[in-house]
T-cell receptor, first 111, second 113 residues
Framework: KQEVTQIPAALSVPEGENLVLNCSFT??????LQWFRQDPGKGLTSLLL???SQREQTSGRLNASLDKSSGRSTLYIAASQPGDSATYLC??????????WGAGTKLIIKP | NAGVTQTPKFQVLKTGQSMTLQCAQD?????MYWYRQDPGMGLRLIYY???????DKGEVPNGYNVSRLNKREFSLRLESAAPSQTSVYFC????????????FGPGTRLTVT
């Protein structure tokens, strides 16, 4: 059974720092991996989707990498800003096309 | 485009009461999903509808029923609410039932006392 883990559960860093969020999964048979952002009281916003054949995707200050063989993905945020404060979730699409989710990393950027 | 909308945003029920959560999307998507999110856990799939006229169980379907009313609307019903169903419920949609990007509604926060 696919399991997705995100460590750490919470992270607090000063504004301006570059940071990395981690996501690991137990079964490498995935179709894709998505990173989402969740703001309090709001829905989830898709940030990046990496197909299983890809190694990375970039959008603005965000870069996500995927290493299927080791079951790992990282989300790199450059030059962090207070507006980046949110919970970041990763999810993998399994062999049944269903999303299996991590519990998220709560990120706080201190001004 | 409103994207995915959900009603209500908040609801408090007593044990044993019933209610229906409504979801609608205006993106002409074929597939729709219902998830629940509990503290400290990832989202878990309750039910999904790969296309109009079909519904299938997800990981945690017990205590719930769904109706795909038409292509736009997908409702989730709690027949007899239990405290274990206290959660935040999210509806999502995607182009199809494959590994496509999913778009989420703002969620319904349900408390069962």
């Amino acid at each position: 059974k696919q399991e997705v883990t995100q460590i750490p559960a919470a992270l607090s860093v000063p504004e301006g720092e570059n940071l990395v969020l981690n996501c690991s999964f137990t079964d490498s048979a995935i179709y894709n991996l998505q990173w989402f952002r969740q703001d309090p009281g709001k829905g989830l916003t898709s940030l990046l989707l990496i197909q299983s054949s890809q190694r990375e995707q970039t959008s603005g200050r965000l870069n996500a990498s995927l290493d299927k063989s080791s079951g790992r993905s990282t989300l790199y945020i450059a030059a962090s800003q207070p507006g980046d404060s949110a919970t970041y979730l990763c999810a993998v699409s399994d062999s049944n096309y269903q999303l299996i989710w991590g519990a998220g990393t709560k990120l706080i950027i201190k001004p | 485009n409103a994207g995915v909308t959900q009603t209500p945003k908040f609801q408090v029920l007593k044990t044993g009461q019933s209610m229906t959560l409504q979801c609608a999307q205006d993106m002409n998507h074929n597939s729709m999903y219902w998830y629940r999110q509990d503290p400290g856990m990832g989202l878990r799939l309750i039910y999904y509808s790969a296309s109009e006229g079909t519904t299938d169980k997800g990981e945690v379907p017990n205590g719930y029923n769904v109706s795909r009313l038409n292509k736009r609307e997908f409702s989730l019903r709690l027949e007899s609410a239990a405290p274990s169903q206290t959660s935040v419920y999210f509806c999502a949609s995607s182009v199809g039932g494959g590994p496509y990007e999913q778009y989420f509604g703002p969620g319904t926060r349900l408390t069962v006392t």
